[in-house]
């Protein structure tokens, strides 16, 4: 009789510890990714989900607003972060030798439908084509990680004040919380490349793609004048399922997911 109630106890306390062990196998990962790179990234964590059978939940928010949240301590399982991000990578809440380069964010030149295509080839011939612009376009880098590529152009090319009078710089991603009456850069890049309301538009080349009807892409800028952006995923030091966590990071990174991002207008790994 002891026997037997003891290979009871023996078979309960292994099938509960498979149990546990199948249901931490089973856990849902929580990522952390930005909002501009949502038709991507969903497609790629669909295909993580359907090859591993791991359930993936996934929060967006805008570039400059996820390195915010995890430089407070506030990352998921794994987050994505576009550079650069000091503050998270002193937060200590991120395994730092963690560190995967998953993408980039090219920046592109974009004109009104049917207009000549400029010339940016070299850096040289990018100058010549917004000196000549009668009035071009981009976005705040104060308020988007959009306007760093732009910004970093022009600066580099040293006409930033030479074009300031004639630029139009949108405040943020949708110039969300700008009353529309108030100023006119409430208004969208996008939507002033469109209407043809300025002549040379400079925005992330994943954010001109799924409209590339509406106006004509001519191509991205160098590289010497503007550096892609790295999209880097840490791993949190507090993820409940690290392993889990391992293998959605490293499936974002994969050429499967490369082909992806190449697609949507992103750019290879930064390293």
Sequence with gaps: MKKTASAVVVLALAYGGWSGARAQSQSEITLLAVGPMRAATQKIVAGFQAKTGRTVKVTFGNGAETRRTVARGQGLDVSLIIAPFPGALSSGTIVLSSATPVTSILTAVGVPKGR??????TPAAVKSALLAARRIGYEDPDFTVAGQGPWEALTTLGIADQVAG???VELGPGAQGLPPDTTRNSVKTATRLANGDIDIGML????????????????????????????????STRASDPAGARALLDYLAASEAQAIWKEAGF???ER
Excluded at 215 to 224: A, F, K, M, N
């Design 267 to 269: 750019g290879p790994p």
């Design 116 to 121: 000549p295509k400029p010339d940016i080839s």
């Design 204 to 235: 992330m080349l994943s954010d001109m793609v799924p409209d590339k009807e509406k106006y004509d892409i001519v191509g991205v800028l160098p590289r010497s004048i503007s550096t892609p952006v790295a999209v880097v995923g840490f791993i």
């Design 166 to 168: 004639k630029s139009e």
